[in-house]
């Protein structure tokens, strides 16, 4: 009985030891399962054994006063391998979309964009920012100062604009449009 | 003393209904459909009489399930819609409503179980990898005149969008619209149902107006004759009501 | 020396598989090694039956058509204590019945959910985007251009699906009714 608990107390250290950021000191542990710090740290000992000994790809390390699991260090190339920059061309419709909206109300929230594309725009313009091509301008005066969204000078670039006024004129129609769906509630 | 009235709730009318015949223990085949009707409006009944609200949609249910019970009630006959012969059974049509729904249901219930089992699984918590992504071209494809095509559809998706919601709104007024009729029958002593309705009516305005025509009749404002099996609707206004202003005509304006 | 390389191999795919945050497919991993798809196909089953086996708090699941190293379940509660406790609130009926319409019925519009639901399910359908289940996969052609809806691989993620094909099947005699009376009621 005593030898299964411990086993099981093991398994939940290692369990905890993946799930954790960062490294984990022996007495969180201990805390989290109810038992004595000497009773974690031979735990914590057995497990960097097994690793060490054993021709798995992981291992658990004593670092910064705490213990972490991580990969060994001979398999990195193929982590890093895995991760190779993944290169991305083209826009989502989604971005292509919030893009347009940017480029033609520029400065606006996040809020003013959601009004014409009427779905949720966080993750689209996540993505414009990462790729450089808006970024926040400032904070518009309203309550809860949300920020301003723009374009940039990538954006002009790979466009082939020159400046802003560069875009093409939008139609009288559009305009009406606009005021249907924000009629002066521009507060 | 003070008592706790619990009324168990429902995700929405088909939901509801799909309650009233498992407590009846009857076949969605085989829906007892005037007795269905009376609980599901009994039901509605306790919720206004909570203060609960009662949504739209549990009205549009009502309205169908009245119609589905006066079509019941009368001897067959086809209906023809754009010139072509629909024979569908209209409790037919809930039956099947409320078997997929209620597939749909237990699906759900599938998920949250695999939902329970599985969100026990601890991942690896994610690990910003700055260098991860690369945007070679971070456009694409796409020109200028993309962006601006792209911005008057949407403006003009939206502009729709919102028209439609604000006649949407404009229709589902039920005071409103018994308002209307009374006006109009004050004007005419009587009209039919067809000239209450546009041309092009949508599902709520035919609701609404259908709903608005039965609360009339209940109070006794209004009287109803049909003189044939979907024959138009003959509204005639009662006589004692006839030519005075009453007060409580909220809408009495044009 | 053949050994020694399938044994490195499984080291690798191991090392791989705790780097990822989410599945990785046996076809990015065979790349990455630059070794073929069927032999990491059977060192990931190595892997899993290890795990399952041994008593280590982790093991490998087949998921979303991939790959993804976790914590056994057994000992979720552990991770939990030890991290602030993942406020996991579960998703409302509405939200369940939502999605598993999305999940059968995509790609698809809000009104062909309600369709189904007989309610408004504007509130469920941005809960589930927000929570990253659902999706935007682009616009119906038809008046309006309604969103059209689909499920994430976070959708499969977190309820364990390989595939779509892994959700329980519709019952047959709903299924044939739904194509008679859809078109009906397509206008």
Excluded at chain 1, 10 to 30: C, D, K
Excluded at chain 1, 144 to 172: A, C, H, M, W
Aim: charged share 25%; glycine share 6%; hydrophobic share 40%.
């Amino acid at each position: 009985m005593k030898t299964m608990r411990l086993e099981e107390a093991r398994a939940a250290v290692e369990a905890m030891l993946f799930s954790s950021h960062g490294p984990l000191s022996a007495a969180s542990l201990a805390q989290a399962l109810q038992i004595d710090v000497k009773t974690v740290e031979a735990l914590l000992r057995q497990l960097m054994t097994k690793y060490r000994n054993s021709e798995s790809g992981l291992a658990v390390f004593s670092v910064a006063g705490g213990f972490i699991m991580g990969t060994k260090p001979e398999y990195s190339k193929y982590v890093e391998r895995l991760h190779e920059p993944v290169v991305r061309a083209g826009l989502s419709q989604a971005a292509l979309e919030t893009l347009a909206v940017i480029a033609y109300r520029q400065p606006c929230t996040k809020a003013d964009i959601e009004m014409i594309r009427g779905v949720n725009v966080d993750s689209a313009v996540t993505s414009l920012v990462d790729r450089g091509l808006a970024t926040e301008v400032g904070r518009k005066d309203a309550p809860g100062r949300p920020i301003l969204y723009g374009t940039t000078e990538k954006f002009l670039v790979s466009f082939g604009l020159n400046t802003l006024d560069d875009l093409p004129q939008l139609p009288e129609k559009t305009f009406l449009q606009l005021q249907e769906i924000a009629p002066a509630s521009d507060d | 003393m003070s008592y706790e009235v619990r009324l168990p709730v429902f995700e929405g009318p088909l939901d509801l209904l799909l309650h009233l015949l498992e407590r009846e223990e009857v076949d969605i085949w085989d829906i007892p459909i005037v007795h269905i009707t009376e609980q599901y409006l009994a039901y509605l009944q306790s919720m206004r009489e909570l203060d609960l609200a009662v949504g739209g949609e549990f009205l549009v249910m009502a309205a169908t399930l009245m119609q589905v019970k006066a079509r019941t009630l009368l001897p067959r006959s086809p209906i023809v819609a754009d010139g072509e012969e629909l024979d569908l059974d209209p409790i037919e049509g809930l039956a099947i409503r409320l078997l997929q729904y209620r597939a749909f249901r237990e699906i759900a219930v599938a998920l949250q179980e695999r939902s329970d089992q599985w969100g026990k699984i601890g991942f690896r918590p994610k690990v910003e990898h700055n260098l991860a992504i690369k945007y070679e071209n971070p456009v694409g494809k796409v020109k200028v005149d993309d962006l601006w095509k792209c911005f008057q559809q949407l403006v003009k998706d939206r502009a729709d969008a919102v028209r439609v919601r604000q006649v949407h709104r404009r229709e589902v007024n039920l005071s409103e619209r018994m308002g209307e009729i009374l006006l109009r029958l004050r004007v005419g002593r009587h009209t039919v149902f067809s000239q209450l309705i546009s041309k092009q009516p949508t599902r709520e305005e035919l609701v609404v107006t259908f709903l608005a025509i039965l609360e009339l009749v209940r109070r006794g404002r209004v009287q109803a004759v049909q003189y044939g099996n979907f024959s138009d609707i003959q509204l005639n206004l009662c006589a004692e009501h006839a030519g005075k202003g009453d007060e409580d005509d909220a809408t009495g304006r044009s």
